[in-house]
C-alpha cells in the first residue's frame, strides 16, 4: 500500500516534470514564430517608408526643377528686355549726338548772323548819326530840343481831346444819370408791394355779453383799478355793446391789456391778485412773442448770424410805430427795397438787406437816451459786432454823420421811399405819443416813483409810488411838484390830472 503510494506520488512528480519541459518548449516555438513574423512584418514597414522616401524625394525633386525652369525663364525675359533697352539706349544716344552736331552747326551759324547784324547795327547807327548831324545843321537845333518840342506838341493835343472826349462823357453822363436812378427806384419800388398799415391808441376788446363788464369792473371798481394800475392802459367801460376800449399810446402795454383780459374772461376769476397774476404771466408771453417774431422776421429775409438781443429789438419793432406807420412792416419793406436797389446796382444785396432791417433800431430800446435814434441804432449795432459798413449805414441814414459806404445812401433812399408812400405815415399821432413818452419820464424823473402811466389821452398822469420811500405829505408835495413842472416845461391841451398812488401792501405765506 505504502508502496503504490510511493509509485503514485513519484508519477505525479514526474507528470509534472515532463509537463513542465513539454510547455517551455511550446512556449519557446512560441515566442520564435512571434519573433520570425516581427521581423518579417518590419521588413515588409520597412520596404513601404523605403518607398514613401523615394516618392517624396521624386516629388520634392520634380518641384524644386520646375521653380528652377521659371527663374530661368523670368531670368531670359528680363535679359531680352535689358537687351532690347539697351539697344534702344545705343539709338537714342545716337540720335542726340547727330542732333548736338546739328546744333553746333546752327550755333555756329547764329554766330555769324550776330557778326553780321552786329556790323549792320553799327553802320546804321553811323548813318544815323550823320542824318542828325545834317538835321541840326539845317533847323538849327539840337535832337533833344526837337524832340522836347514834340513832346509838347503831342501832349497839348492829347489834353485837348482828353478834355473834349471828358466833356462829353460828363455831359451824358448828367443826361442820363438821373433817368437811370428814377429807373431803378420805380422798378424797385415796383416789385416790392406792401399793405400800408396805421398804428392807432385804442384796442377794442369785444366780449360775449354785457354782464362781464360788471365782472370786469368789480366791487367799488376795485378790479378796474388793479388792471389799469398793472397794466397802465385806461379801460373804458361805456354803453359801447359787447365790447370794452383799451386806451393807450403804448402798442406792448395795450397788447399785454388784452391778452391778460382775454384770460381772465375766459378763466372767470377776477380779482385784484389773479389780474397782478395774469398781467405777470402775459408780460413772460409777450417777451418769447417777441423773441419768437424777431426771429421768424430774420428767417424770412435771410438774414444769418444776428445777436440774440439785436433779434429782440427787431421782435420789439412790431409794437413800436413811427409817426403812426408800424415800425417792423417799415423796416421789412426798407430791407426789401434795399435788396433790390442793390442788386441793381450790384452790390452786396445780402448787406444792404441787413442794414436796412436794421437801420431803426434806435427807436426800440426802452431807456431812450438824449441821442438821435441813427446814432444810438449805430452804437448798439457796433456793440453787437455788426460790420463796419452796416454800423455807418445805419448811423448815416438821417445826415447825422458821414456817408463812408456806397450802401448808406441806399439805405437813405429806401427808408425816404417807405416813409413817403402815400398814407404810410401820420404825424399827428406820432406828436401825440411824443408827448405822452415824456409825460410819464418827467414823472419817473422825481426820487421815489416806481411807475408812471399816462391815460386819458394824457389828460391824467398816475405816479405810483414806494410807500417806504414817500410819506403821504411828500406824495402830497410830490403831486403839487409834477404840476408845476408840466405847466413850466411842457405844452398840452387843457388840463392834466396828477394821481400819486401810495399804497402798502403786507405779503406772507402759509406753508
Do not use: W
Not at 215 to 229: D, H, K, T
Request: glycine share 6%.
Amino acid at each position: 500500500m505504502i508502496l503504490e503510494v510511493v509509485i503514485g506520488v513519484v508519477a505525479f512528480i514526474a507528470g509534472i516534470v515532463i509537463t513542465y519541459f513539454v510547455y517551455q518548449e511550446f512556449l519557446k516555438r512560441k515566442s520564435m514564430n512571434i519573433i520570425r513574423e516581427a521581423e518579417i512584418e518590419a521588413e515588409v514597414i520597412k520596404k513601404d517608408k523605403i518607398l514613401q522616401a523615394k516618392e517624396k524625394f521624386l516629388q520634392l525633386k520634380s518641384e524644386h526643377e520646375k521653380a528652377i525652369n521659371e527663374k530661368n525663364q523670368k531670368i531670359l525675359t528680363i535679359e531680352n528686355r535689358l537687351k532690347q533697352r539697351e539697344g534702344m539706349v545705343s539709338s537714342k544716344f545716337e540720335e542726340i549726338q547727330r542732333k548736338n552736331k546739328e546744333l553746333e552747326a546752327i550755333r555756329e551759324n547764329m554766330d555769324n548772323q550776330l557778326e553780321l547784324i552786329e556790323k549792320r547795327k553799327e553802320d546804321l547807327e553811323k548813318v544815323h548819326r550823320q542824318q542828325v548831324e545834317q538835321l541840326e545843321a539845317i533847323s538849327g537845333l539840337s535832337a533833344e530840343e526837337a524832340r522836347q518840342q514834340l513832346t509838347d506838341s503831342l501832349k497839348d493835343e492829347a489834353k485837348t481831346q482828353a478834355m473834349s472826349y471828358i466833356n462829353e462823357i460828363v455831359d451824358e453822363a448828367k443826361m442820363t444819370a438821373g433817368r437811370e436812378a428814377k429807373n431803378i427806384i420805380v422798378d424797385t419800388i415796383q416789385r416790392v408791394a406792401t399793405e400800408t398799415a396805421i398804428e392807432n391808441s385804442v384796442t377794442v376788446f369785444n366780449i360775449d355779453n354785457d354782464e362781464i363788464k360788471g365782472r370786469i369792473i368789480g366791487r367799488e371798481g376795485r378790479n378796474i383799478r388793479a388792471l389799469e394800475a398793472a397794466t397802465g392802459v385806461e379801460i373804458i367801460v361805456d354803453d359801447t355793446p359787447e365790447a370794452i376800449i383799451l386806451s393807450g399810446f403804448d402798442p406792448v402795454r395795450r397788447e399785454i391789456a388784452r391778452l391778460a383780459l382775454h384770460q381772465l374772461v375766459t378763466d372767470g376769476r377776477i380779482h385784484p391778485a389773479r389780474i397782478e397774476e395774469i398781467v405777470q404771466k402775459t408780460e413772460k408771453q409777450i417777451e418769447e412773442e417777441i423773441i419768437e417774431v424777431g426771429k421768424r422776421t430774420a428767417i424770412d429775409l435771410g438774414i444769418h448770424g444776428l445777436h440774440p438781443e439785436l433779434i429782440r429789438l427787431v421782435g420789439k419793432m412790431k409794437y413800436r410805430s413811427s409817426y403812426g406807420q408800424n415800425l417792423l412792416q417799415h423796416s421789412r419793406e426798407v430791407a426789401n427795397l434795399c435788396a433790390i436797389m442793390a442788386a441793381e446796382l450790384s452790390l452786396n444785396a445780402k448787406l444792404a438787406k441787413r442794414a436796412g432791417l436794421l437801420h431803426d433800431i434806435g427807436k426800440v430800446p426802452d431807456d431812450e437816451p438824449e441821442l438821435p435814434h441813427a446814432i444810438l441804432g449805430m452804437k448798439l449795432a457796433e456793440k453787437y459786432k455788426e460790420r463796419a459798413e452796416v454800423c455807418n449805414a445805419i448811423g448815416s441814414h438821417h445826415d447825422e454823420m458821414e456817408m463812408t459806404t456806397l450802401i448808406a445812401p441806399i439805405i437813405q433812399a429806401c427808408d425816404a421811399i417807405s416813409g413817403a408812400r402815400p398814407g404810410a405815415r401820420r404825424e399827428i399821432v406820432e406828436s401825440y405819443i411824443k408827448r405822452l413818452k415824456d409825460l410819464e419820464a418827467l414823472a419817473l424823473s422825481y426820487p421815489g416813483v416806481n411807475k408812471t402811466y399816462a391815460i386819458q389821452a394824457g389828460r391824467e398822469l398816475r405816479v405810483i409810488v414806494g410807500s417806504e420811500k414817500v410819506t403821504d405829505k411828500e406824495a402830497e408835495d410830490l403831486s403839487n411838484d409834477i404840476a408845476k413842472k408840466i405847466q413850466d416845461e411842457m405844452t398840452y391841451p387843457g388840463q392834466v390830472k396828477i394821481t400819486v398812488i401810495r399804497e402798502t401792501r403786507a405779503v406772507s405765506f402759509a406753508k
